[in-house]
T-cell receptor
Framework: NAGVTQTPKFRVLKTGQSMTLLCAQD?????MYWYRQDPGMGLRLIHY???????AKGEVPDGYNVSRLKKQNFLLGLESAAPSQTSVYFC?????????????FGDGTRLSIL | AQSVTQPDIHITVSEGASLELRCNYS??????LFWYVQSPGQGLQLLLK??????LVQGIKGFEAEFKRSQSSFNLRKPSVHWSDAAEYFC????????????FGTGTQLKVEL
């Protein structure tokens, strides 16, 4: 019963490096989301997807890109990491809210940019 | 645009005492409302949700919340707090359509004194 799995759990990068965070869900959810969590700011939506092959910008999309090539996977990319992107990143997935869908969260990826 | 306010950043209660965490939302239509809990180093776990119907909602771990449209509030309550309830609590409001996005409050950190 995996639910939402995020890879990796921890990572340290140098400024300017690139990396990809992977999110995988096994619940056949249509919707997937990437958030970042910073102290005192709650969770802020970076990008989201309403289905395979679709992506859209959230509240704080700058510096990030995403792809949803398969329904079960949602990738978050940092092309040129900056210290301001040091954060905890959470992935979530859900059914449609109108179908009483709620967002299920992974355990997070802790990313430090030096 | 929807928004959520959690006015209390930190709350400390004694074990066995009652608890109420405040949440106020702003949304133009009938909202979908959620409370999530986050233990240190973990992802977010759904406590309860309000979609429609009875305004008093029961959740897991003995929590309940009451939707009050006139006050735009969705406060979380528990009659008797246990030490294991120490965590951070997030209120969120969701909207159907446009990706079913959630907007989170900034969270309330609960400390339980033994």
């Amino acid at each position: 019963n995996a639910g939402v799995t995020q890879t990796p759990k921890f990572r340290v990068l140098k400024t300017g490096q690139s990396m990809t965070l992977l999110c995988a869900q096994d619940m056949n959810h249509e919707y997937m989301y990437w958030y970042r969590q910073d102290p005192g700011m709650g969770l802020r939506l970076i990008h989201y997807s309403v289905g395979e092959g679709t992506t859209a910008k959230g509240e704080v999309p700058d510096g990030y890109n995403v792809s949803r090539l398969k329904k079960q996977n949602f990738l978050l990319g940092l092309e040129s990491a900056a210290p301001s992107q040091t954060s905890v990143y959470f992935c979530a997935s859900s059914y449609d809210l109108a179908s009483a869908g709620t967002q299920h969260f992974g355990d997070g990826t802790r990313l430090s940019i030096l | 645009a929807q928004s959520v306010t959690q006015p209390d950043i930190h709350i400390t209660v004694s074990e066995g005492a009652s608890l109420e965490l405040r949440c106020n939302y702003s949304y133009g239509a009938t909202p979908y409302l959620f409370w999530y809990v986050q233990s240190p180093g973990q992802g977010l776990q759904l406590l309860l949700k309000y979609f429609s119907g009875d305004t008093l909602v029961q959740g897991i771990k003995g929590f309940e919340a009451e939707f009050k449209r006139s006050q735009s509030s969705f406060n979380l309550r528990k009659p008797s707090v246990h030490w294991s309830d120490a965590a951070e609590y997030f209120c969120a409001v969701g909207a159907t359509g446009g990706g079913n996005k959630l907007t989170f409050g900034t969270g309330t950190q609960l400390k339980v004194e033994l």
